[in-house]
């Protein structure tokens, strides 16, 4: 069914015809729709800003969502939104002209920010944390003025892994980011649909298809930072255990509060013996009579 022009969106024209690309894009819609339809992200009628770096993943992001859309399995209208912030020698004409040819409704922002992180940030200190706020507040506004419910971002499963990983070795906390979360305000949701699907999927579906992507590394401030530390560390692991993020993934899908050491999580204080003969019994839980 991928190769008819007609029962495609114009995204997908052009589509490598060999099995592996098939199968990849397969496990990407797959994954795609298994994260929409788990964490309930779907309001039917909605319209959802997609925010477009230009980067592999939110190239991803934009064709799973359009083929499911396409597929009449995502109820919702897309907007595609570009924030163009002023980073020296961004290509600001690729991303409108691309999803021109594609038909995709867009709207493209420039906000200098890059001046106002520069001014602020002191040479050799990451500029990522301040971008990243000063960028989240133009598309909560831009979301609020185009009528959409929910801003949806093109974070993948190792995105998730390495936050969970910085919280861990940096935050002293156990969190990452959520696949679905509602701002501060309370009037818009955050949706993450990339949320299980793996990063090099991202890397080779943008490559096969030959999307215009941009790279991320045009303020320069990319290295060294703690994130690409762990990245590493992910792929050794990956490399000497295959399989590894996955299992790792699987794992905070799969939390056991009363094993782990957070009374507000888990009542041990109530935590007490079953009485004679009963089974185990967890707290707020009675014994069969």
Same mark, same amino acid.
């Given at each position: 069914m991928f190769d008819e022009p007609d029962d495609i969106h114009p995204l997908f024209y052009g589509a490598p015809s060999t099995t592996e690309f098939k199968k990849l894009r397969k496990r990407i819609i797959r994954d795609t729709r298994e994260a929409i339809e788990q964490y309930g992200m779907i309001e039917r009628g909605a319209r959802w800003l997609v925010c477009l770096s230009?980067?592999?993943?939110?190239f991803t992001l934009l064709a799973a969502l359009y083929e499911l859309k396409w597929r009449g399995l995502l109820p919702v209208d897309l907007l595609a939104c570009n924030l163009d912030q002023g980073q020296p020698?961004?290509?600001?004409?690729?991303?409108?002209?691309?999803?021109?040819?594609?038909g995709?409704?867009?709207?493209?922002e420039y906000q200098d920010t890059?001046?106002?992180?520069?001014?602020?940030?002191?040479?050799?200190?990451?500029?990522?944390?301040?971008?990243?706020?000063?960028?989240?507040?133009?598309?909560?506004?831009?979301?609020?003025?185009?009528?959409?419910?929910?801003?949806? #971002?093109?974070?993948?499963?190792?995105?998730?892994?390495?936050?969970?990983l910085l919280n861990l070795f940096h935050g002293g906390r156990l969190a990452t980011m959520p696949p679905k979360l509602?701002?501060?305000?309370?009037?818009?949701?955050?949706?993450?649909?990339?949320?299980?699907?793996?990063?090099?999927?991202?890397?080779?579906?943008?490559?096969?298809m030959s999307y215009p992507v941009i790279p991320c590394n045009l303020c320069g401030s990319q290295d060294g930072l703690q994130r690409m530390q762990v990245k590493a560390m992910l792929d050794q692991w990956e490399a000497n255990h295959p399989g590894r993020r996955q299992k790792m993934f699987r794992a #905070?899908?799969?939390?056991?509060?009363?094993?782990?050491?957070?009374?507000? #999580?888990?009542d041990f204080a109530a935590l007490a013996r079953p009485a004679a003969g009963t089974p185990g019994a967890l707290p707020g839980e009675a014994p069969d009579p």
């Open positions: 230009g980067g592999k993943d939110s020698g961004f290509p600001a004409t690729v991303l409108p002209e691309f999803l021109t040819k594609m995709v409704p867009h709207r493209i890059y001046s106002i992180v520069m001014d602020k940030i002191p040479e050799g200190r990451t500029y990522c944390a301040l971008c990243s706020r000063l960028r989240r507040g133009n598309l909560y506004r831009i979301a609020r003025e185009e009528g959409c419910s929910a801003v949806v #971002l093109g974070h993948h499963r190792d995105d998730i892994l390495e936050t969970f509602v701002n501060e305000e309370g009037d818009l949701f955050v949706y993450r649909p990339l949320a299980h699907v793996a990063e090099a999927d991202c890397a080779r579906f943008a490559q096969a #905070l899908m799969h939390v056991r509060p009363s094993h782990l050491l957070d009374p507000a #999580l888990f």
